[in-house]
């Protein structure tokens, strides 16, 4: 199994960098992405007041500092989807299982959400990467207790903040977990969580003040049933990176593995499948009802491929290798959309 693993993740690894550098004639600078390293090279006290990414502003204007082919300043974010896809390794493994977490890595480093977001000049790599920390250092904490795990867990939240503020609901999400599933914790891993979790939302409410209220003044009120529609456009996205009816093919895929990784996954009981279905779904509302960035929803991927690989041992291996041929040639399909 150890030598099936390793395999696969070299694999990944592999077709990730690939993907993301498959032909750099057509990595020209798009409006937003030639606003973004405007915005990068402002003094540095113009890009901590800002509320969108202020730490990445900073890295990205420190990175074309060395310089300024659309290569070069494309390349943080592969390396960002590379750090990304090893941390998974760590994260599926403790939420899916390791016999789930091979498929699960080959269907992320191939995802053409991924490929397509590591391609562009944008933090949401690097949100993922962030995103990873916070489910990795969650998890060793209630698993062992250590306050270690707690104190890094508490960094990484504030931290991932300065690449995307709609990141707080990853505190959101694990607090859920710890109080639906609070009889698997002991008592005192709950009190030093509950203490953790106050001084973390405090501090996100005093940086972030003003824009929490705007939402909950102005955009909460206007929110529409209407928008809810949006979650099938939002899945075919997340899916496949293309919209429908393009993405249909590859949607009605990913939607009979996820259907069979939910039958499969013993969420009642478990809190580390209940953690893979939260993840899943609570990215979706922030990006339907904020102002929309890829970052939160690709935070969504590793779970929803979690789900997905454990869905696909419930098949003989025969109906495997058919959904594996099924899944590539859906993912060429995309490619071919994409480049």
Not at 21 to 38: I, K, N, R, W
Not at 164 to 171: D, E, K, R, S
Not at 202 to 208: D, R, Y
Request: hydrophobic share 55%; charged share 10%.
């Amino acid at each position: 199994m150890h030598r099936d693993f390793s395999i696969a993740l070299l694999s990944g690894l592999a077709l990730l960098t690939a993907l993301s550098l498959y032909a750099p004639g057509s990595l020209s600078l798009t409006v937003h992405e030639a606003d973004l390293l405007e915005r990068a090279s402002q003094p540095l006290v113009l890009q901590l007041s800002t509320i969108y990414s202020p730490f990445y502003l900073l890295l990205l204007g420190l990175w074309q500092e060395a310089g300024t082919h659309p290569l070069w300043l494309r390349l943080p974010g592969v390396l960002a989807g590379l750090l990304a896809l090893l941390l998974c390794t760590r994260v599926i493994r403790a939420m899916a299982g390791a016999h789930a977490t091979s498929s699960a890595l080959l269907l992320l480093a191939g995802a053409p959400f991924l490929v397509a977001q590591a391609r562009a000049i944008s933090p949401a790599t690097l949100a993922l990467v962030a995103a990873l920390l916070s489910y990795w250092f969650f998890l060793e904490y209630m698993r062992a207790g250590e306050r270690t795990w707690l104190g890094a867990w508490i960094i990484a939240s504030i931290l991932s903040w300065g690449l995307q503020a709609g990141l707080v609901f990853l505190p959101l999400l694990q607090s859920v977990t710890v109080l639906l599933y609070r009889e698997r914790y002991t008592r005192d891993k709950q009190r030093w969580w509950w203490s953790a979790q106050a001084l973390v939302l405090a501090i996100f409410l005093l940086v972030f003040w003003q824009p929490f209220f705007h939402f909950l003044s102005v955009r909460l009120p206007a929110l529409t049933p209407q928008q809810t529609s949006e979650a099938i456009p939002l899945f075919a996205q997340l899916s496949t990176n293309l919209a429908l009816p393009k993405a249909l093919p590859g949607m009605l895929v990913m939607i009979l593995l996820l259907i069979s990784g939910l039958r499969a996954a013993d969420w009642r009981k478990d809190p580390r499948h209940g953690l893979l279905i939260l993840g899943l779904l609570a990215p979706c509302p922030f990006y339907l009802f904020t102002p929309q960035s890829e970052a939160l929803l690709l935070c969504a991927l590793p779970c929803l491929f979690g789900l997905a690989a454990i869905g696909l041992r419930l098949y003989p291996r025969w109906a495997r290798q058919g959904l594996w041929a099924t899944v590539a040639l859906c993912y060429i399909w995309s490619y071919w959309h994409l480049y």
